[in-house]
């Protein structure tokens, strides 16, 4: 049996692991940011009436161009989006893929500001796109100066401001987005990506870069339906942009990319998107629970507008995890000094967290 290192991999994969959080069965599981909260059973229901169709038909190819998809996700985003101007594929992570493979290659470069999704360069890399990244400013946060001038320094082909950030959950401004906006269309003609995956859960979620894509054409806003729509293990991922942009990332997809069932079943939540979405209010209150209780413990949270919180203050937090496991409970070490990061859970998922934490600081 051949070993990894006996195969002729490409130079830059030469002692890469493959991405992932650890996978445990365990009691209370907050560890990669999924909404806890089921699909309720009324849109099971329907979603599964939708699935048994598609499957009468399943000896054809999908829908090529997902038009209903679009449509749904068009209506649903508002601010008189069509379908036009609406892309989809298996995850967010598989349309920034199409991202790069269109607007990336050798000889161009990609920034983001650190720490943030650390998929980022690794699709970058898959693309052999240029990585450039830039530090944050003090506690995760950045300013429209700093974005500005990282911008007009590096010259990037790409940019992606993640809003709000993951891992750390802070949360952007608008201004920010106008100030990346101008200084690439300055300095290089690129294209900026506002990854909004998380854009659902903050303090007020009418704000979002979809209000300014009138008139602006390289501006592309990426969300997924894995959070707010607790539908992380169908995998669909979305797009808005100008509809050019739409063109652009059709040349580089592979051919009937998102299977029928996936169609079907994206239709479905998106039909009964007010009830996928009730839960959200429960989220964000367990989220600021999180941060409130934290804080009466002595530790420091990062202001967060995403479904999670990353707390510092930690002197051993490898140590803290292990026992938080030991407990039941699995959280995330990002690698970030002194910090870990947990999602928001159920009421008693976070209680359950909350009280462990709790034990383990006082031990």
């Not at 007020?204 to 894509?213: E, G, R």
């Not at 079943?265 to 209780?293: F, N, P, Y």
């Amino acid at each position: 049996m051949a070993r990894l290192e006996d195969l002729p991999l490409r130079d830059d994969l030469v002692g890469q692991q493959p991405y992932g959080a650890p996978q445990l069965d365990v009691p209370v599981s907050l560890n990669v940011n999924e909404n806890t909260h089921r699909v309720p059973l009324e849109v099971a229901e329907d979603i599964i009436q939708r699935l048994a169709k598609a499957l009468m038909s399943i000896n054809r190819y999908p829908d090529r161009e997902f038009i209903p998809l679009r449509e749904a996700l068009s209506k649903y985003l508002g601010h008189g989006l069509t379908p036009e101007n609406i892309w989809a594929g298996n995850g967010s992570n598989e349309v920034l893929q199409h991202i790069f493979q269109a607007f990336g290659g050798p000889g161009r470069k990609f920034l983001s500001f650190t720490p943030t999704y650390s998929m980022y360069p690794i699709i970058a890399s898959g693309t052999q796109t240029e990585y450039v990244a830039v530090p944050r400013a003090d506690r995760f946060e950045l300013t429209p100066e700093l974005i500005r001038s990282a911008i007009l320094e590096h010259k990037p082909n790409i940019v992606i401001l993640c809003a709000p950030n993951n891992p750390t959950g802070t949360p952007l401004a608008l201004d920010c987005v106008e100030a990346a906006y101008d200084a690439i269309t300055e300095v290089s003609g690129g294209i900026l990506v506002v990854d909004e995956a998380y854009q659902e859960f903050g303090a007020d979620p009418a704000v979002t870069a979809i209000s300014l894509l009138d008139g602006r054409e390289r501006l592309l806003i990426s969300r997924t339906m894995s959070k707010a729509f607790a539908f992380a293990g169908a995998r669909v991922g979305y797009l808005a942009a100008d509809p050019a942009v739409i063109d652009a990332l059709r040349l580089v997809r592979l051919p009937y990319h998102l299977s029928a069932f996936t169609q079907a079943a994206a239709e479905g939540a998106l039909a009964h998107s007010s009830v996928m979405l009730s839960k959200v209010d429960d989220i964000r209150a367990q989220r600021d629970r999180i941060v409130t209780e934290l804080k009466l413990m002595g530790l420091d949270p990062y202001r967060s507008d995403a479904n999670f919180v990353l707390f510092g203050g930690l002197t051993d937090p490898a140590a803290i995890w292990q026992k938080l496991l030991d407990r039941g409970v699995l959280i995330r070490n990002v690698g970030l000094d002194g910090t870990l990061r947990v999602s928001a859970g159920t009421e008693s998922e976070t209680s359950a967290f909350l009280g462990s934490l709790r034990e383990v600081i006082e031990d």
